[in-house]
């Protein structure tokens, strides 16, 4: 199969000629929106910058990764783009590339390899994303009294702990906010709404409730439902902040229901391309992690507005 | 009735225990206020989020009677909710919408069915067929993204009330009573009992096992539709990557939870529902009591584990032995006594 | 006395299995346990290897009180037990089986050479020169047997308990294993003999123990004693002659068959066949297994799909193309192996009496609870089926009662011709009997019967034609007087008897 698969690439590369750059993209999968309007905004990026984009879907399996990169490899071509779906067991086939004199750059992911064996890592720092809500809410409330629901990740997911810390480490030294109580909505929205009724029923109705931090929009959109359910209203009641920056909170946003989201944009092809392209040009090494921009967007930011520019992103 | 009561007995005491044990945790878990249009507390929102899991525990329950087993039923019900949200943005009114809904669950069963009862697959493997591509489906109908919707009516099915009770509610206990009344006051239960414990005796008596197979994965796939549509409802939305995941395994955990054999024959909904009500009472438990998430699946594990155990019919033997032994002795006491 | 039960007794809920049984058993004695089933054998054999412990009563072994609390420890004390269904691992090669939980070691681990050696040692003392390595489930269930046997014997050595131990046997590999026991017995073993075949008993046994309601009736030296007497003992009254004479008499001579097959056949399985059945018949089916009998029975209950034939009665052509259309037609049949085919052990005698019944009506008009009570108690009465109570789990009762639930669940359908494929196979005696006479019963308000039996007896008493299938054909039909065990017997060996056929 994989053979097949290898002699259809060659193939195919040899028809596209050598003129434009050719870039394979081994992407996770499909598992989420986010991921999704990654694979949109690279294909994008590749378009206007007059790459020819060789993607490559691994239906969340590493040895399918591991068979594109190779028949990238084989191919021959110009630089790979690497979203992996695991950190461990990268060395032998990056090895296989860098043998290749093929350019590698990671996206929104780490692998435990030497840094040698990748040209670098484009992602954002989750801990930073975390604390750029904390220092939001601690601006927001204030010198009032607040006490913070907090909904995470996944247990044990390392965005799940660097949200949290980051989160703490923005409201560090403001003794009047505290963060009352803390569940797992595994990033979903029904675990979201669900727990956010327990948190509801378990703080006096919620009266008790002053912020709900979530740490993806889906849980805080799921929360948002239980709030209003409850009868209080959200983003007035309850203030709530939450990360990622989803098209659907921007609609939240826009009917005052959501206060603000930090972007963890779905664009890594675009930094990963001009790093790429300085590489070529004049063999311009880059720093081995190029940090994206976690923005905050607030109800002042045109919600609507972004919420056009977005929603058919593939979120 | 009494028959009924006696079977689940074990599971009304263990149903009492976690009640009580969740009660000392959190004192206010059985107070229950009406705020002018709902009922509203804690063991209100464990009826209504147990609605999904016993949902699929009723069509879970029969499959297991035949010896069977449905691992597709989580993805059913993203598929189901996927369709309902799909049909109901693109306009089509609330009974198209969930009659299309239905009609996915009752095709995805089917299918199983046929796979199960026609081509004789294990089951097991079967239906992981479904459980693994059936995703693919839901993400194709959504696109990949959440597909989210406004629709009020079809809202209703998730989060409103009827009477004061939340509507999942009525529907998941509705479903229990009209399929255990369609079980137990005609023929068909005795019939599904027969197949799974005997399929070849069954057939050459002339119960018509493969039709009544088919049928028993359809309805597990009807019972899917239903909870992937309050799924959706719930969160306004048919979200094709987390919708139902790993429900199966927890309908699958109510059956057993509710004294049902995984080796097919004799089952009893009303235990399942006991054991839907149970995994739902410990799950509101480990959030309201606010442990740290660090500690839930430990907590559940830990209950579901004593509970089995108690529930096991080897300790029970040793219970009954233990229990005439005592009785033996004061009887012996007693006569010695002058 | 090598080993002496006094007074034992074992209770069950809702039953008394064993009531102050005595049994001896002398070394260098092979002693018969004989009884109906439900009698109590099994129980007393449990009780003796550690399987159940008993209520009350001693077991003495060489004049010492034992207490077996496993098989493990009986067989340790010297009490080693050989079951129908050998209890041996298929999977594992027949050196492994015989030194199972003693393999010579060498360094820790096991010596696969010595194991071999031994292996052929032990078997050698049988006289059997077999691959050793090779797996156990590769070899017939007469050499199964014997590595039982020298297992048990190997690990035991004191008293040898056979169960049953001749029931898939065939003739030649029941002498090969009788000459076994009788070289045990020579080395001074107490063997004790559990069966249903009471020629064997006759043949190999020094006395004999019956059994019966849990109570022991009485023990007596097997030269002592006759059939009849023994039979009497088993069964608590006369055996009624088998009124073989009375029948033919309602023999429907002359009248129009009521079912009419006709060239049916099915590629590889059994070669095209016609066959009449006249209202109230028996007609019987002999042959060797394998021969196609119950391929005969599948082909017409339609559990086999026949590649050509027809079937007809008076109305016209009858489908029959599976069971519920053979049931449709108002055929009924019980299976060789009923606890595969037949009942729903986990169901009560009442929902297996009703269970064609309701399949029939199917499921949305359901039997009223009154109705199916009703049914139940008229067949259990009827047929004489020993349960506590028509709610008891069917699996729970003894396999000749076991049997009558599944010959009531089709007697409650009324069927015009019913099957019976080994009716009696592995039940004792007396249900034996009564089976029979629940043939002729039956077949008197009309209702056909197939009969397939191994039994030349069973089939010379209860037949009025019998038709004998060998090499998947049907080669020879006799019927009135021509009905006798060596015509049969004839039959099946004779490749001539094709010729008989033709003159029938």
């Known amino acids: 199969m994989t053979r097949i698969l290898l002699a259809g690439a060659a193939l195919l590369a040899l028809s596209v000629g050598a003129s434009a750059q050719t870039v394979g993209f081994s992407q996770i999968g499909s598992e989420s929106g986010w991921r999704a309007a990654e694979t949109t905004l690279t294909r994008q990026q590749a378009e206007e910058r007059g790459y020819t984009l060789q993607f490559s879907d691994a239906q969340q399996r590493q040895e399918n990764q591991i068979a594109a990169i190779r028949s990238f490899v084989a191919q021959g071509v110009d630089a790979i783009l690497l979203a992996p779906v695991v950190a461990t067991g990268w060395d032998a086939v990056l090895q296989e590339a860098k043998e290749a004199e093929i350019p590698v750059v990671l996206l929104d992911r780490q692998v435990d390899s030497s840094d040698d064996l990748y040209l670098t890592a484009v992602g954002s720092d989750l801990v930073h994303e975390g604390k750029v809500a904390g ?119 826009a009917a005052g229901e959501a206060n603000a989201t930090v972007e963890l944009t779905p664009n890594m092809a675009g930094p990963a391309f001009d790093a790429l392209e300085a590489f070529w040009k004049d063999g311009t090494e880059p720093s081995k992690f190029i940090q994206t921009e976690s923005k905050l967007y607030t109800q002042a930011d045109d919600p609507s507005g972004e919420y056009e520019r977005r929603k058919d992103l593939g979120y | 009735m009494g028959q009924t009561l006696k079977r689940i007995a074990p599971q009304l005491v263990t149903l009492t225990l976690v009640v009580a044990l969740v009660t000392v945790i959190f004192p206010n878990f059985l107070a229950v206020s009406f705020d002018g249009t709902r009922f509203v507390g804690p063991a209100v929102d464990v009826l209504k989020r147990s609605a999904p899991v016993a949902l699929l525990g009723v069509g879970m329950t029969l499959v297991i ?64 067929i479904l459980m693994t591509s059936g995703r693919g489906i839901a993400q194709l109908i959504t696109e990949g993204r959440i597909l989210t919707f406004s629709d009020a009516n079809l809202a209703f099915i998730g989060s409103g009330s009827l009477l004061g009770v939340p509507f999942p509610t009525v529907l998941w206990i509705a479903t229990a009573v009209i399929v255990a009344l369609l079980m137990r006051r005609t023929a068909l239960g005795m019939l599904i009992e027969a197949t799974g414990i005997n399929r070849a005796a069954s057939a050459l008596a002339g119960v018509n096992a493969t039709v009544l197979l088919i049928a028993v994965y359809m309805a597990s796939g009807f019972c899917a539709s239903l909870a992937g549509i309050v799924a959706t409802a719930d969160i306004r939305g048919a979200d094709a990557n987390n919708a139902g995941l790993w429900l199966e395994l927890d309908a699958i955990l109510a059956v057993v939870i509710g004294g049902n054999s995984l080796l097919g024959g004799r089952f009893s909904i009303a235990g399942t529902m006991i054991g839907a009500l149970i995994i739902q009472t410990i799950n509101t438990g480990i959030m309201l009591s606010g442990f740290p998430s660090e500690y839930n699946l430990v907590i559940k594990a830990v209950l579901v584990l004593v509970i089995l155990v108690l529930q096991s019919p080897n300790l029970a033997a040793d219970w009954l032995f233990v229990k005439s032994l005592v009785k033996a002795r004061r009887a012996k006491v007693r006569s010695e006594t002058p | 006395m090598l080993l002496s039960i006094r007074s034992l007794s074992k209770e069950f809920p809702g039953t008394k299995a064993l009531q102050g049984v005595d049994f001896d058993l002398a070394a260098g004695e092979v002693h018969a346990l004989l009884g109906e089933n439900g009698a109590g054998k099994s129980t007393l054999i449990k009780c003796l290897t550690g399987a159940y412990r008993r209520d009350a009563g001693e077991i003495l072994l060489d004049g010492q009180a034992i207490d077996p609390a496993s098989t493990a420890e009986a067989q340790a004390l010297g009490i080693g037990t050989v079951y129908q269904e050998v209890n041996l691992l298929p999977n594992l090669t027949v050196a492994q089986n015989l030194t199972f939980g003693r393999e010579p070691r060498r360094f820790g681990m096991v010596n696969r050479r010595a194991q071999s050696a031994r292996a052929r040692e032990m078997l050698a003392q049988y006289g059997i020169d077999i691959d050793v390595e090779r797996d156990l489930g590769a070899y017939s269930v007469a050499i199964r047997q014997i590595v039982a046997i020298a297992r048990a ?50 043949e190999l046994t020094d006395r004999i123990t019956v059994l019966r309601n849990g109570r022991k009736i009485v023990t007596e030296r097997t030269r002592d004693i006759n059939r009849l007497r023994l039979i009497s003992y088993m069964l608590g009254r006369e055996l009624e002659e088998a009124a073989r004479d009375q029948r033919t008499a309602t023999k429907s001579i002359g009248q129009k068959p009521m079912l009419r097959f006709e060239g049916l056949g099915c590629k590889g399985v059994i070669e095209p066949f016609d066959l009449e059945v006249g209202k109230g018949e028996v007609i019987g ?164 019967v197939l009969l397939i039996s191994s039994e030349l007896d069973e089939l010379v008493a209860a037949c009025d034609r019998v038709i004998v299938v060998r090499d998947r054909r049907h080669v020879a039909e006799l019927d009135g007087d021509r009905i006798t065990s060596e015509a049969i017997v004839h039959a099946i060996a004779q490749p001539g008897a094709a010729s008989q056929f033709e003159a029938a």
Not at chain 1, 162 to 175: S, V
Not at chain 3, 162 to 175: F, G
Not at chain 3, 180 to 194: A, N, P, T, W
Request: glycine share 12%; charged share 20%.
């Open chain 3, 153 to 202: 014997v190997e690990f035991s050595g004191k008293v040898l308990i056979l169960d049953e131990p001749t029931a898939s046997l065939d003739a030649a590999e029941v002498k090969m294993l009788f000459s076994i026991v009788r070289k045990l017995r020579e080395q001074g073993l107490g063997i004790i003999f559990v069966s249903h075949f009471l020629d064997q008993v006759f």
């Open chain 1, 135 to 253: 220092e939001w809410l601690a601006s927001e409330v204030g010198d009032n009294n607040c006490r913070v629901v907090e909904l995470q990740g996944t247990t044990g997911s390392s965005p799940a702990i660097d949200r949290a810390k980051g989160f703490r480490d923005g409201i560090a030294g403001k003794a009047n906010i505290e963060i009352v109580r803390s569940q797992t909505g595994d990033f979903t929205r029904t675990l979201g709404k669900s727990v956010m009724e327990s948190f509801l029923q378990a703080e006096s109705g919620g009266k008790d409730i002053c912020a709900l931090y979530a740490h993806n929009d889906d849980m805080a959109i799921g929360a948002i439902q239980a709030i209003k359910e409850a009868g209080l209203k959200p983003g007035q009641d309850i203030k709530i902040v939450s990360i990622d920056a989803v098209p659907d909170i921007f609609q939240a946003m």
């Open chain 3, 285 to 448: 089916l002999a042959g060797l297994l394998g021969s196609g009998r119950t391929e005969t029975a599948e082909l017409i209950f339609g559990v086999r799909g026949a590649s050509s034939g027809a079937a007809q009665d008076d109305k016209g052509r009858i489908a029959h193309a599976n069971p519920r259309e053979a049931i449709a037609a108002g055929f009924g049949f019980t299976p060789e192996d009923r606890k595969v085919d037949g009942i729903v052990a986990e169901l009560s005698v009442r929902e297996n009496i009703i269970l064609a019944l309701q399949a029939r009506r199917g499921w949305a008009a359901p039997l009223s609870r009154a109705e199916q009570e009703r049914l139940a108690d008229h067949y259990i009465g009827l047929l004489d089926i020993r349960t506590s109570s028509a709610e008891k789990p069917v699996g729970e009762l003894s396999g000749g009662n076991q049997q009558k639930v599944v010959l009531a669940r089709w007697l409650a359908m009324n069927p015009r011709f019913l099957i019976l494929d080994e009716p009696t196979r592995g039940i004792d005696v007396g249900a034996h009997a009564e089976i029979l006479r629940l043939i002729q019963e039956i077949t008197k308000e009309g209702m056909a």
């Open chain 2, 65 to 128: 009677a035949t010896r069977g087993i449905d691992l597709s039923v989580g993805t059913i019900m993203a598929i189901s909710g996927a369709v309902a949200a799909w049909a109901i943005t693109s306009g089509m009114g609330l009974p198209a919408s969930v009659a299309l809904a239905i009609g996915a669950g009752l095709m995805a069963g089917l299918w199983n069915g046929c796979l199960v009862a026609i081509v004789g697959i294990q089951p097991i493997v079967a239906t992981l």
